[in-house]
């Protein structure tokens, strides 16, 4: 694992911009609320509330034999629309506040891919750098056990996110079947070891999702002289599981990878990068950097480079104010959740940089969550052509949804004064009126 390094999500103004991911989540769903005109008042506060909130504190004994205090979150934001569903990220800026946030951009990502889950997230604030693989198992098994019912199959079901994987999952399986025998536990997390019911295509599915939504969105010629991948220059920040994924699949698709990099820096190579390389230098001397035969640069860098595609694939806020106007791409393509700031999206949307939003390009992950839970449920295994056809009829379907609202808002909008028009607000705009109506089509209880 890399060095964690992030600005912190408590730093309300950095460089007087607000970088409270709860406020910009807010902001951006109070945008898309503007231009719901039935939307009923009383819901939208119902909407932006979270369902419900749990904070834990547990002690750990330590591999030497001292004992320390973790601080684990579990948010359910909304379950109009099925059982929660979210990632357990550990990093040791993992607070009720984060947590808060990225569950309410999973209901929205939920709805917007049309799977039956509402929105959920959890974590640990821990430094998973510095602990060993002992430590993290029994963080793992006593954080699961601290949750205890709020998690199940039909409650609200875990999966990866940051610094935590497959092996993470399973130690999150075993804890919750060791807690219910005699049941079919495994639709109770995502993300498992393909042995242990995980889904084929799972582990690429998040960046799968990406390019399936890229290249769905440029199909629909949006932006001028971009109809498909094919020869574009991207550049890739983060090089984990959706980023390290991203880059081999659009190089795959046709395009030419220029850069990627990790918490240590980045690597740029004009011609295109050899990625295969990348990955065995990375695993050899834990980073990109210092790959033969390659530039390196820093994550600002990569930021700014002439290229037409930007995939930002590693932390929230890493567009903001004090950079944005350096961005040269085309399109960023948000693969991590939160990217872009509101106001550096602002600054994209004035220059005429389209941003295909976290809830769209990211939304393969929990696409192929679902598609997993559902294996589990029925106890089948699919083949990796049914997952993947299935993963991209859902992505064209979401993608060509939010294309044609943007479209639409846009004629209706002409001069808009209300908020800024693109495709997030699209986005926003579909997921957001789908889970209000479902709210009334329910109907208010009692
Ligand atoms: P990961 O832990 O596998 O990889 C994170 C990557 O980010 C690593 O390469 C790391 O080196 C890099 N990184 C860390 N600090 C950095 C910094 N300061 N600058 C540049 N790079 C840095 O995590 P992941 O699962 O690939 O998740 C990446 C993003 O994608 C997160 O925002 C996550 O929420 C989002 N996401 C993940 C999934 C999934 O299925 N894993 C699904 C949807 C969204």
Redesign the pocket.
Known sequence: ??????PNPDTELANDEDLNPLHLTHAQFQRAVEYLDDIKKGIVGFLMAPKRSISVCFPIEMDDGSVKIFNGYRVLHNRVLGPGKG?V?YHPEVNQTTVSA?AELMTWKCSLIKVPFGGAKGGVQCNPKELSKNELRRITRRFITELGDNIGPHTDIP?????T?EQTMAWVYDTYDVMHPGENNLPVVT?KPLELGGSLGRHE??GRGCLYATQRVLANRIIEGMETVEGAKVAV????????VVAKLFQEAGAIVIAV????GGIYEEEGLDLEAAEQYKFEHG?VVGLPETRTIT?EDLLELECDILVP????N?IRLHNVSQVKAKLVVE?????TTLEADDVLTRKGIFVIP?ILA?AG??TVSYFEWVQNIENEEWDLEEVNKKLRLKMNRASDAVVDRWQKLVKDHPESEIAPINLRTAALVVAVDRVAHVTLERGIWP
Request: aromatic residues 4%; hydrophobic residues 30%.
């Open positions: 694992m890399d060095t964690v390094e992030q990632g990220r990225l999966a990866p996110d940051l610094y994987d993300g599915a998040t920040q983060g090089f984990g599981q959706v980023g390290s990099s990790d918490s240590q980073s994550n694939a590693a932390l929230g890493q693969a991590a959740n939160g990217p976290d990211n992950g929990v």
